[in-house]
């Protein structure tokens, strides 16, 4: 945990109690005896948060297991342990296996096509040029519409005959008759990437451009003395400072893009021909579609363990291979 | 000048593709909105529309039962910002000035919390709705069930942006206090908290812009029409209809996106700075 620039001064005594790390806990805090009296006062302060997630989160992950463990009728009713018998159903179903190879090709293809496209709009919008404000607003549009809202609008843009995606494409000349776009197995799920892409840029954007804000600007005036040209400067320079930024960005994208419910649910409802599954609107329909909570359930921990593996082990290589701060994201 | 003139035109030619995908949606709601229903569904069809029909608003407000959502979206959402604020104020206030024990623990708790995405989590949140009595049944289909949930999922970005920010509020200014006499809540109180007001103001509409825009919660939740969100409601207008009439669709999307985006383009800037200096601090 880097805590940025902080004084070193003289740890303080036994007086503030525990003391466990004393180069840190208590540089500041020993100038005042009232902040040290009181070492219970952060668990006091941070405790209503804590008890309201804890809350939130704890039974129902309970639940999950639970759930997941034992024959549930749709109303919920538990008929019996069940053992493995939901995830043995879960993984012999045809269905969940599509949804995960697409659960993999989606979260890939959006989180890197997002940074692909988000890294050069940051760096474009660090520049200074007329209009720079109203560029932002633009890119950052997106982030301001419900995903649920966005879906609908797209679903209707992309209609057969009447949308204006294909009428657009038509009047340019690009294609000759209406696309079936949504309907179409091969043409559905890269335009909910495409989608899914759109609406992910503004939040990575964010994260570059605050990175790039904290790179100061003489290291590149020293840069161009020295004579190395646009491109070495990106190299050498730009990409390694804001290789953390980018490296977060990642994490958090996977979380969301993995778990990311309303442009599937809303465009296609995993159809067409169940080809467009991921694992969320998959495990939502079977957990409040088709009556099958217990399997659902399963699904749920299946998600939660891939998401756990990946958190852990790509926190894990990025400490490794980047140590001080890059690893610590948390 | 000129350099920046020509530098101008080639970051906007570059943008140029972006911009067009943004404001592409925004042009669909906006014109189909107007459009009279003949004119929606004409092969080959057309931009702009013909006769301007404003009277689609009203027919909306009727057709999306538009008044009753809204008042339910606005309820939710201010209820579970100031009820997330409420729990990630001190959190926050104790993570930007205790360097306590336990301290990084609880940042990676958050972080948790971050990737335990309410739609994980939405069988068991269902049941546990279902398990809470409340009223004459239980937390199912109660504004409540969801405020709660909205407010914990919610706990983490908060704290990550005002903690960020509070870190920038100099520690002197309350040490001062301090020696004068102030006791350590009253100086948080008096000196601390009125230069956090910007920093909460704008994590305060953060928050409610993501309760006002959550899907997957409230669609579980919440069954009948007199507690639905815009959101839901949008969707119900949608899904599984032979026939929609997306003149009056687009028309509630645009109303219901339209003042979140404003406000939303007059404050992003001030999550470019939060959202990093939380991110890697």
Known sequence: MTLGPLKQTPPAGPASGKAPEPTRATNRMSRSQRAVAVPRAPWLLILPSLVLALFIISYPIFNIVYQSLHDVSRFGQIRGFSGLQNFYNVFSDPVFLSALQNTLIWTFCVVVGTVLISVPVALILNQDFYGRGVARTIVMLPWSVSLTMTAVVWRWAFNDDYGMVNVTLQRLGVIAGPIHWLATPQYAFPVEIAVGILVSIPFTTTILLGGLSSVPGDIYEAARIDGASAWQQFRRLTLPLLKPFINMAILLNVIYVFNSFPIIWVMTQGGPDDSTHILVTYLYELGFRLGRPGEAAAVSLVMLVILFVFSVAYLRVQSKRGGGAEGDLA | ?281
Request: overall charge positive; glycine content about 4%; aromatic content about 14%.
């Open chain 2, 1 to 281: 000048m000129n350099r920046k003139l020509k530098r101008s035109l080639w970051c906007w030619l570059a943008l140029s593709p972006l911009v067009v995908a943004v404001l592409f949606p925004f042009a669909v709601m906006f014109f189909t909105s107007f459009k009279p229903a003949s004119e929606v569904f004409v092969y080959p069809a057309r931009w702009l529309p013909m006769h301007w029909r404003w009277q689609n608003y009203v027919d909306m407000w009727q057709a999306a039962n538009f008044g009753v959502a809204l008042r339910n979206s606005i309820v939710i959402s201010c209820l579970s910002t100031a009820l997330a604020l409420a729990v990630s104020l001190p959190a926050a206030y104790a993570l930007a000035r205790f360097p306590f024990r336990g301290r990084g623990l609880y940042r990676q708790f958050l972080l948790v919390t971050q990737m335990l995405s309410p739609i994980l989590l939405v069988v068991g949140l269902f049941r546990l709705a279902a398990m809470i009595p409340y009223g004459d049944g239980n937390l199912v289909d109660s504004k409540l069930g969801v405020i709660v949930s909205y407010a914990a999922f919610n706990i983490a970005f908060a704290v990550w942006m005002l903690s960020s920010y509070f870190q920038t509020v100099p520690r002197d200014l309350e040490e001062s206090a301090w020696l004068e006499g102030c006791s350590r809540s009253g100086a948080v109180l008096r000196v601390f908290l009125p230069l956090a007001v910007p920093a909460v103001v704008v994590t305060a509409i953060f928050t409610f812009i993501s309760a006002w825009n959550e899907f997957a919660v409230v669609y579980t939740l919440i069954r009948s029409p007199e507690n639905k969100t815009l959101t839901v409601q949008v969707t119900d207008m949608v899904a599984g209809k032979y026939t929609v009439e997306w003149e009056l669709v687009m028309a509630a999307t645009l109303a219901a996106t339209l003042p979140v985006s404003v406000v939303f383009a007059w404050l992003q800037r001030y999550m470019v700075k939060g959202l990093a200096l939380g991110a890697v601090k």
